[in-house]
Structure formats: C-alpha cells, structure tokens
C-alpha cells in the first residue's frame, strides 16, 4: 500500500529556510509525479509545487516561484521541498501528495490519489 511520511516542518523567522521531506513507499517506478500542497487555516487547499517522475521537470505556483525549490532522490524514494525566503504567508500545513502521471497544478483533492499526514511550517513575522 502507497505511503506517503513529511518530515521538516517547524517554527522559523521570516527570510529563514526549512526543507521538508517526504519518503514515499508501496510503489516503485510507476511514472508517477510527486506534488506539495500546503493549506493554511480558514484558507483552500493550494498547490505549492511539482515534480516529475524523472525529476527533470517541475512546476511551482507562481506565490514560491523563485523561492522554493522541488527535488527528488529515487534511491532513497524521498522528495524534497527547499523552501527559502520564508514569509509569513508561507504558513501552513504542507502535505506531500501522489500525483498523475502528467505536471499538474491542481488545487483539487481528487487530482492526487495518496497523501501523507502533513507537516507544520510556521513563520513568524
């Protein structure tokens, strides 16, 4: 079964840095893409970024372009979000998600079949 773990959240500074991680496991090479979302209290889901199966590709919503950035590493089924620059806009619950077989930016819950449990970003002001 697909398994989906984020670690890395945390407390920081506004203009401070955390990377988040998320081991995926239950699947092996499937030409899945991998998706961050975040979602902030009283606020939509939203789609912060994507990657694809490869790697060599990746999609970012334009509030974390330039800011943040997506990577995997498939022999340690880990993908990663480098998030710099923080600002406190930024805070919410980030979850890792499986998506299609295609880049997507969807904002959607139905887009992504596995999520995992989230993780806490804060940043303060």
């Known amino acids: 079964q697909v398994q989906l773990v984020e670690s890395g959240g945390g407390l920081v500074q506004a203009g401070g840095s955390l990377r988040l991680s998320c081991t995926y496991s239950?699947?092996?090479?499937?030409?899945?893409?991998m998706d961050w979302l975040r979602q902030a209290p009283g606020k939509e889901r939203e789609f912060v970024a994507a990657i694809s199966w490869s790697g060599e590709e990746q999609y970012y919503a334009d509030s974390v372009k330039g800011r943040f950035t997506i990577s995997r590493d498939k022999p340690t089924k880990t993908v990663y979000l480098q998030m710099n620059n923080l600002k406190p806009e930024d805070t919410a619950v980030y979850s890792c998600?499986?998506?299609?077989?295609?880049?997507?930016?969807?904002?959607?819950?139905?887009?992504?079949?596995?999520w995992g449990q989230g993780t806490q970003v804060t940043v303060s002001s």
């Open positions: 998600a499986r998506g299609p077989r295609y880049l997507t930016h969807s904002n959607f819950a139905s887009t992504y079949d596995s």
């Open positions: 239950g699947f092996t090479y499937s030409g899945y893409t």
